[in-house]
């Protein structure tokens, strides 16, 4: 696609709930990041592929946060038994291998009741 | 462990005025520096990217600049227009970590 694409773009999750946000990134790009913004804030980060390989996801709040790429194009960020602080717009990005230039999708933004 | 201010946090002005919006990282270790432009309920747009080696950039009418040992950066916007009004992120890419550190941001309006 012309650029990186995430759904859904909006979702309502309750307390405790399971909820999967999907990343599609520019076509060739070898790196993939996830980014929490909450309101307010700047973009904090969360992870970072390398094709498949989950090279850093030190950012990740807690255990309750996954994410994945399993094929190295595609990636989900996975987050178990929701809480209100989850709530916030997440970010992904997309960039060319060797190159820290990224390009971002518009955001899902999650709202956890 | 790098971190970035940026000041003012918003800022409103006449349409044609020009403007300086500041950002500031504690760790001068860095590959390079974004500046992107974020409008109400949408991604980042990607204005301008400093490497580490040069001092400024341009387009259009926005100029970036990089002061690495003093640890800042300026976005300088040229005679203003009301479509510029968004908030305005400037981002560090920290030497040896494939991943950008945000500040807060700076919301700008420019009035008609």
């Known amino acids: 696609g012309a650029g990186v694409s995430q759904s859904p773009r909006y979702k309502v999750a309750k307390r405790g709930q399971d909820v999967a946000l999907r990343c599609d990134p520019i076509?060739?790009?070898?790196?993939l990041f996830w980014y929490q913004q909450a309101l307010g804030q700047g973009p904090e980060f969360l992870t970072y592929?390398?094709?498949?390989?989950?090279?850093?996801k030190s950012g990740l709040p807690s255990d309750r946060f996954f994410a994945e790429r399993p094929e190295g194009s595609v990636s989900t960020l996975k987050i178990q038994r929701t809480q209100q602080e989850d709530s916030a717009v997440y970010l992904c990005a997309s960039s060319l291998e060797g190159s820290t230039e990224a390009f971002f999708g518009q955001g899902t933004r999650l709202t956890v009741v | 462990k790098q971190e970035v201010t940026q000041i003012p946090a918003a800022l409103s002005v006449p349409e044609g005025e020009n403007l300086v919006l500041n950002c500031s990282f504690t760790?001068?270790?860095?590959?390079?520096l974004q500046w992107f432009r974020q409008d109400p309920g949408k991604g980042l747009t990607s204005l301008l990217l400093i490497q580490s080696s040069q001092r400024e950039q341009t387009s259009g009418r926005l100029n970036a600049s990089l002061d690495k040992s003093s640890g800042r950066s300026t976005l300088y916007i040229a005679a203003s227009q009301p479509g510029d009004s968004a908030t305005y992120l400037c981002?560090?890419?920290?030497?040896?970590?494939?991943?950008?550190?945000f500040g807060t941001g700076t919301r700008l309006l420019v009035s008609p």
């Open positions: 076509s060739g790009h070898v790196s």
């Open positions: 760790d001068s270790a860095i590959y390079n």
């Open positions: 981002a560090a890419s920290p030497t040896g970590f494939q991943k950008l550190v």
């Open positions: 592929f390398q094709n498949e390989a989950q090279l850093d």
